[in-house]
């Protein structure tokens, strides 16, 4: 029953950064982790970062030494900081709750936010 709004996104140049942000009240009392995937225009859906609930993080490769995940657990909100952005990052954005056999953390898709970086 998690409802999940993704947020932060917009266009950068090559080099810059950007702060995303997915508010999911609940889901640290319910103990989902949450993870990050992006989409781009005519490719599938490419997982980039989770966290779980006991704070351990995982990223791409891809995304390795760029992005860092964290969050609030008082706001019930979960960051993706990006920095250096390539072009390559551009894509839309969303979040997911985790596990998918927890119930309140196998809600549907939210709506995501678009990163557009300019080269």
């Known amino acids: 029953q998690v409802l999940l709004v993704a947020s932060g996104g917009g266009s950068a140049q090559t080099g810059g950064s950007l702060r995303l942000s997915c508010t999911a009240p609940g889901f640290t009392s319910n103990r989902c982790g949450m993870d990050w995937y992006r989409q781009a225009t005519g490719k599938e859906r490419e997982w980039v970062s989770s966290i779980n609930t006991d704070g351990s993080t995982s990223y791409a490769d891809s995304v390795k030494g760029r992005f860092t995940i964290f969050k609030d657990k008082a706001k019930d909100t979960v960051y993706l900081q990006i920095n250096n952005l390539k072009p390559e990052d551009t894509a839309m954005y969303s979040c997911?709750?985790?596990?998918?056999?927890?119930?309140?953390?196998?809600?549907?898709w939210g709506q995501g936010t678009q990163v557009t970086v300019s080269s």
């Open positions: 997911k709750t985790t596990p998918v056999f927890r119930r309140f953390c196998s809600g549907p």
